[in-house]
T-cell receptor, first 119, second 115 residues
Framework: AQTVTQSQPEMSVQEAETVTLSCTYDTSENNYYLFWYKQPPSRQMILVIRQEAYKQQNATENRFSVNFQKAAKSFSLKISDSQLGDTAMYFCAFMKLIAGGTSYGKLTFGQGTILTVHP | ETGVTQSPTHLIKTRGQQVTLRCSSQSGHNTVSWYQQALGQGPQFIFQYYREEENGRGNFPPRFSGLQFPNYSSELNVNALELDDSALYLC??????????????FGPGTRLTVL
């Protein structure tokens, strides 16, 4: 079984500054995906960024980037130039590789980190 | 393109009752997954439906059951409600078969309160 741990229940940052959210995970799988999801106060979960475990290069999506350390089983999210709209709960999540085309893919989530961006 | 929708938005039930939650998948998607998110926690996988059959289940008792319809919409049924069932219930739609992983798109959730 996989576990995902987010050790920072709450974080805050000033607008335009940079913040890093931490995530560690435990798995015996070698092929998997890692995700960061954002859940704003309106509740709809949105995918922020995705990392394939077989890729050494860290994923980047505009102001969002990750630091993926496979050996250490660490997957942190860096948000640059923070904006007020970044205020949300952020979840780190794990999905193992789908072995067959129709085998189910379930997400295993961490406990979440509440990020507040202050003006 | 229509996103994932869920109904109702909020629901209040009493212990021992039964509840049905509904989810309409995103256009082009044929798979629905259900998650339970307790207050202040991360979502936990309940089960997934594909081709109108259960296609994987998490660690939830049999009183949690589901259905998927030919139009790919889905229902989550919970019998004999307990206080601990109070949570936000999220559904996520995706498409199978998939290569490597199935990207899941979430609905806004149904907030269930059990008194």
């Amino acid at each position: 079984a996989q576990t995902v741990t987010q050790s920072q229940p709450e974080m805050s940052v000033q607008e335009a500054e940079t913040v890093t959210l931490s995530c560690t995970y435990d798995t015996s799988e070698n092929n998997y995906y890692l995700f960061w999801y954002k859940q704003p106060p309106s509740r709809q979960m949105i995918l922020v960024i995705r990392q394939e475990a077989y890729k050494q290069q860290n994923a980047t999506e505009n102001r969002f980037s990750v630091n993926f350390q496979k050996a250490a089983k660490s997957f942190s999210l860096k948000i640059s130039d923070s904006q007020l709209g970044d205020t949300a709960m952020y979840f780190c999540a794990f999905m193992k590789l789908i072995a067959g085309g129709t085998s189910y893919g379930k997400l295993t989530f961490g406990q979440g980190t509440i990020l507040t961006v202050h003006p | 393109e229509t996103g994932v929708t869920q109904s109702p938005t909020h629901l209040i039930k009493t212990r021992g009752q039964q509840v049905t939650l509904r989810c309409s998948s995103q256009s082009g998607h044929n798979t629905v997954s259900w998650y339970q998110q307790a207050l202040g926690q991360g979502p936990q996988f309940i089960f997934q439906y594909y081709r109108e059959e259960e296609n994987g289940r998490g660690n939830f008792p049999p009183r949690f059951s589901g259905l998927q319809f030919p139009n790919y919409s889905s229902e989550l049924n919970v019998n004999a409600l307990e206080l601990d069932d109070s949570a936000l219930y999220l559904c996520a739609s995706s498409a199978l078969p998939a290569v490597h992983y199935n990207e899941q798109f979430f609905g806004p959730g149904t907030r269930l309160t059990v008194l």
